[in-house]
Structures are given as structure tokens and as C-alpha cells.
């Protein structure tokens, strides 16, 4: 028992002994490494260099990055609007170690172990990063991060630290520094501003584009704003009382670089850059050259098309993507008249309800679930649920009812079947079907088109000032549509381009396929729809929320003429000078089923054993009811001869 408790002891000691010579070591190298490490000369204003942002064809879209700073000393900062910046960012900066020992230790178990990055640096780290060092994360920045800013604190006080600090951090909207700040979100000098407005300055450095109220993530900033205002109190930088008022603040980005379209392009452009992990130093000073996804010639059409299609009607407002089937890629977007004027994305922030142009996607579903396009319901009205403009049916085929745009019929489709389908072309599955952006349901008419869905993006390539490349966008495909489910709703979308207002859509010059969709009491308008190359969605609205023809429930093809104008002029300009393609021919696939009421007088039902009944396609007819059975005839080779039927709604 004796010597087996000196041999462990001997074991631990050994133990012990080698650590003590790690730790030595581990001490000397640091030692070392911290007097190597050399103060650099302050290079944020000398390295600063505006990134550009390009169309897909490399001409320029934009320059981003203007350095916009004023100096101020630390004196002429109001001491609310200080106490705000260390309650923001670093509570503990003038009584603490000019270095957080857990937020480093944080930082680097995650270069370590592989996880996700992490801040871990307060405000002498946060300096130095910006003023001396690179904005990458790496083990090797952070520790010559830590030992510069050892080095500085040694060198130099507090005081100067933080007023450097506050002279060089990025607040968002190109601003360096509070005065900046100050002016490009108040309007005012450092001086004049409030704790209040102090506190979303401070909140902001966090996030600075995000953050911004103007940016549309108002719930966000408040939260932020409310974590700054209640760790001012607890600091005793602002009193107690009443919670302050949530300010006000100007409207972002009011340079000419933003304005058109130009400034929902350029944000978008940015937000990806966010997304894949670049920060705003290195997008506003780092000389970056990106490379958007976006088409100059399609870009320039989609103003025109909106503005001829919306005339001089000033409160209507409208929003259009379109996307290349098969990558995702965005080509064009409409979100406004104007950025600087409406700072809302139509096309890639509002979300609105889709109506029927949402049909589609439960049809596929029930032809993915077997039931053929020449299967009949009822048409008649279904609880609440009428046809547009009071068609009347009383009962039709599937076909029919996508072309007819029958409400009543996929009323009673997607209370049988529902519409999962969807949510494999990126949008929600359930009916009845929520708010959509209109980028979303372009990406999954594209799906339509081309049977994979693609996520929607607009960045294509990252490069930095040396030419190095950062990123390039590799979209991720997955199969959404069986070939037989894509062309018997491409067959079906056809169809509805040659009736009612989807007529007002079809091409000059090529096969194309499309969908309307009308929403209660006329509150949005769509027109979406697809050629094998190109998907594009249209959707206009009031923000004022009177219905868009303004006369309550007046016809809702009113309402449908707007989005499918906007849709046949932008279209008819993006494919011009490309040869046509045609679509896969229909397959008519899954069984006739017949989900309608049999009418009294109707004769007995063939028995399953008898052979099919021939079908034969829809004929014109002058009655304003169709037939009961309209059905359709085996495709022809030229899927793009007219199918002819009943009356058409207008949903």
C-alpha cells in the first residue's frame, strides 16, 4: 500500500512539475510577445477607402464608405450622452482592468473550440481595433489587440482613451464619431443632445445599421434604447423618474447616392454583406469591391413599367422582384418611387397577403397528393367565400378553375388538401396563407419554373481592394416540384394568362405563365408569374389602407389590371432580345376525381369497370354559367394553343 501512494505521489508531482514549466514557459513567451508588440501609428482616417458596389456586369451601382467625422473633446460631450456610451458598452471602464479577462476568455475558447465568434472587448480593445489593428477575427488580432491596449492604457489615461473612442467609433449612416452621429440622426450637435437621444446613439454601436430605427427594426432599437436607459440609472448617469421618450429620429441616408432605387438596392446589398459576416468597418472603409446579382437593363425597366402602369395616382404604392429560376438570384427590384422620400422596401420588407396568386401552390399540392387537373368541384359559394366579381359556376374542373380563377373551387381544394407544397418553395404552408414579401413569392414561382427552389440573394462575389477574394455566393437548390407537378401547373398558369385580367399580362412574343391574385376588399393586387428564365412578382397597395380602386368592394379586376400592366411591360423589356423557350408539355397526371354534388337529374355514375370517358377540352359558350363538367382534351405537342372555357372571375 506504501509504495503505491509514492508512486502516485511521484506521479503527481511530475504532474505538477511539468505544468509549473508550462506556465514559466507560457509567462516568458507572453512576456516576450508583449515587448515586441509595438504601438502602431494611428491608421482608421489613413487606410479609409469607400467600397463600391457593382451590377452583375461590373459597371457601378454605388460608392459606400464616405468617411464623415468631426473631432470634439471629451468636454464637449454631455455627460448623460457619456454615461450612456459606458453603460452601452463598457460599465466598468474607468474602475475595471483596461481588459475584460471574461470577455477575452470568452473570445478565445470560440477561435479555439471553433464556435461562434465572440466581442469579448471593451471599450481601450474596441479603440484599438479600429484605430491601429484590422477588424478580422482571429487569435493573432486579438492578442495583439489585448497587449496594444495594455500598452496604450499605460501610456496614456482614460480620459484620452474613451475621447479617441468616441471621435472614431462607427454609429451607421457613414457617421465616425458622436458629432457625426449626432448630425446624421438629430440634426444637431453633440452638444444639444438629450440622454434620450444619447442612449440610441450609444445602442447603435452594437449594430449600426440594423439598429437604426430608420431601418425598419424599430422593436429592436427600442429594446436596446430601454437595456442603455436602465443601465444609465444603475450607473447613476441619468436619474430616476419617469422612463424617458423614445426619440425621434431624421430620415436615413438623404445623399443623392441614395435616391431612386438606388438606396433599397444598396441596403439590401449591405444587409447580405451583414449576413455573411462583414462588419461595417469593413464594408465603409475598407475599399471592398462587391458584386451584386442585380441586371442594369432589367433594373432600369422596373421604375417604368410601375410608373406608366400607376399613372399619376400618388397614394398607390407598388413592389416587384424578379429572380432567375434555379440560383435565386435577384435581377431586379422596384421598392418605391423613391428611397429618399419612403425609406420601406416594397419588395423586399413589405409583407402582404398573397390573395389567390397563392392558388398555385395549393394546386400543386393536390397534384402531388394524385388529383389530376381534370378533377371537379363545386363552384358554388363555399361559406363566405364567393367568386370574384360574382362569377357564378356551378362546378368545374381544375384546370378551369386556376384559369377562371374560381375562389369557391380552391376554397374547397385547400380545405382537402391544404398546401404544404408551399413551404418547399420557401413560403408558409398553412391556409389560410399568411403575408408574403413579394422577393419570397417570386423565389418560388422561380421554383415553379424551374423545380428547384433557390433562396432569394443579391450578393455574387466579394472581393477585397488587392483583389482577394472574400466571398462568392454558392446558392443551395432543392427539388420543390416533381417534373409532372411542374408542368401540369405551368399547363394550368397558361391557362389563366388567356382569361380575364390575366390577359392583360400575356407576352407578345412568348409562352409565359402567371397568376392574378385579388385580396378582400380590393387591399392588395398582385400579378405573379414566370418563362423559363425569368420569375418575376408584382404587388401594389395603399399605405393609406383604403381599398386600391377606392370604391369598397367595386370589381376586383380593377384592382388585378395594375400589377399585371406592371408585369407585361417589365417583362416584355427583360426578355427582349433572348429567344423564346417553351414550357414542358402538361402531363395531366393523377386521377379524374369528381368532388361535386351530383345534381338530381343527373344519369347513374359509370361503373369503375366501364372504359374512361374521353376527354375532350372546354368550347366557348355564351351562357354566363360554364358547364358543369368542363374538362379538358389530352394536350396537343403545342401546349400553348388556347384553352377556351367559361366565364372567367377575376380572383
Not at 477561435?111 to 484599438?128: C, D, E, M, N, P
Not at 457613414?174 to 452638444?191: L, W
Not at 442612449?199 to 442603455?228: C, K, N
Not at 421618450?245 to 449591405?270: D, K, N, S, W
Request: aromatic share 8%.
Amino acid at each position: 500500500m506504501d509504495g503505491h501512494r509514492k508512486r502516485r505521489w511521484r506521479i503527481i508531482r511530475r504532474v505538477l512539475y511539468g505544468l509549473g514549466i508550462a506556465v514559466v514557459g507560457l509567462c516568458v513567451a507572453v512576456g516576450v510577445m508583449y515587448e515586441r508588440t509595438e504601438v502602431p501609428p494611428v491608421n482608421a482616417a489613413a487606410r479609409a477607402q469607400a467600397s463600391t458596389f457593382t451590377y452583375r456586369d461590373g459597371s457601378t451601382l454605388a460608392q459606400v464608405g464616405r468617411l464623415n467625422r468631426v473631432a470634439v473633446r471629451l468636454g464637449d460631450v454631455p455627460a448623460p450622452v457619456r454615461g450612456a456610451v459606458l453603460a452601452a458598452e463598457d460599465r466598468g471602464f474607468y474602475h475595471d482592468p483596461v481588459v475584460s479577462p471574461a470577455g477575452l476568455a470568452r473570445a478565445s475558447w470560440a477561435a479555439v473550440s471553433g464556435g461562434a465568434r465572440q466581442g469579448g472587448s471593451g471599450i481601450a480593445q474596441q479603440y484599438v481595433k479600429v484605430a491601429y489593428l484590422s477588424p478580422e477575427q482571429t487569435m493573432s488580432r486579438k492578442v495583439k489587440e489585448l497587449f496594444i491596449a495594455v500598452k496604450l492604457s499605460r501610456s496614456r489615461p482614460k480620459d484620452w482613451i474613451f475621447e479617441q473612442y468616441l471621435n472614431t467609433v462607427y454609429f451607421g449612416r457613414g457617421a465616425y464619431g458622436i458629432q457625426a452621429a449626432a448630425q446624421a440622426y438629430f440634426r444637431k450637435d453633440v452638444g444639444a443632445l438629450t440622454p434620450s437621444e444619447g442612449a440610441l446613439l450609444a445602442g447603435v454601436i452594437q449594430a449600426p445599421s440594423y439598429l437604426d430605427p430608420a431601418m425598419g427594426h424599430t422593436a429592436q432599437t427600442r429594446a436596446r434604447w430601454t437595456y442603455v436607459i436602465n443601465g444609465m440609472r444603475s450607473t447613476g448617469a441619468l436619474g430616476g423618474g419617469a422612463l424617458p421618450e423614445f426619440p425621434a429620429v431624421a430620415p436615413a441616408h438623404t445623399e443623392p447616392t441614395y435616391a431612386g432605387q438606388r438606396g433599397y438596392l444598396i441596403e439590401r446589398v449591405t444587409a447580405e454583406l451583414h449576413a455573411h459576416g462583414f462588419d461595417d468597418d469593413q464594408i465603409y472603409r475598407r475599399g471592398l469591391r462587391v458584386t451584386s446579382t442585380i441586371d442594369p437593363r432589367m433594373q432600369a425597366a422596373a421604375p417604368e413599367a410601375v410608373r406608366h402602369a400607376t399613372g399619376h395616382d400618388k397614394d398607390i404604392e407598388a413592389g416587384l422582384a424578379a429572380v432567375r429560376p434555379g440560383t435565386g438570384e435577384i435581377l431586379a427590384s422596384y421598392g418605391g418611387r423613391n428611397y429618399l422620400t419612403h425609406q420601406y422596401d416594397n419588395a423586399l420588407l413589405a409583407a402582404l397577403p398573397p390573395g389567390s396568386s397563392f392558388d398555385p401552390f395549393v394546386l400543386a399540392t393536390a397534384l402531388r397528393d394524385g388529383i389530376g387537373l381534370r378533377s371537379t368541384f363545386d363552384a358554388s359559394p363555399f361559406g363566405k367565400v364567393v367568386n370574384d366579381d360574382d362569377a357564378e359556376a356551378a362546378s368545374s374542373d381544375l384546370f378551369t378553375a386556376t384559369a377562371s380563377s374560381y375562389n369557391t373551387v380552391f376554397a374547397r381544394l385547400g380545405a382537402k388538401v391544404g398546401a404544404s407544397a408551399a413551404s418547399r418553395a420557401g413560403l408558409p404552408g398553412g391556409l389560410p396563407p399568411k403575408n408574403v414579401r413579394v422577393v419570397d413569392e417570386a423565389a418560388a414561382y422561380a421554383a415553379l419554373a424551374d423545380g428547384r427552389y433557390a433562396a432569394p440573394h443579391i450578393l455574387a462575389k466579394v472581393t477585397d481592394r488587392s483583389g482577394n477574394v472574400l466571398y462568392t455566393a454558392r446558392p443551395k437548390t432543392r427539388d420543390a416540384f416533381s417534373p409532372a407537378v411542374r408542368a401540369d401547373v405551368t399547363f394550368a398558369l397558361q391557362g389563366a394568362m388567356r382569361r380575364g385580367a390575366g390577359r392583360r399580362a400575356a407576352l407578345p412574343d412568348r409562352p409565359a405563365a402567371g397568376k392574378i391574385g385579388t385580396t378582400g376588399h380590393n387591399e392588395a393586387g398582385w400579378f405573379s408569374g414566370y418563362t423559363p428564365s425569368l420569375a418575376t412578382a408584382v404587388v401594389v397597395y395603399r399605405p393609406s389602407n383604403r381599398p386600391l380602386v377606392n370604391i369598397g368592394d367595386a370589381p376586383h379586376k380593377k384592382s388585378a389590371a395594375v400589377p399585371a400592366a406592371v408585369w407585361r411591360e417589365f417583362m416584355t423589356s427583360a426578355e427582349s432580345g433572348r429567344p423564346p423557350e417553351p414550357f414542358p408539355a402538361p402531363v395531366l397526371a393523377g386521377a379524374v376525381k369528381d368532388f361535386a354534388p351530383t345534381p338530381p337529374a343527373e344519369s347513374p355514375a359509370v361503373p369503375p369497370s366501364a372504359p374512361p370517358i374521353p376527354v375532350k377540352e372546354p368550347s366557348v359558350t355564351n351562357s354566363p354559367k360554364p358547364t358543369r363538367r368542363a374538362a379538358l382534351r389530352k394536350p396537343t405537342p403545342t401546349p400553348t394553343d388556347p384553352v377556351k372555357g367559361g366565364k372567367p372571375g377575376e380572383g
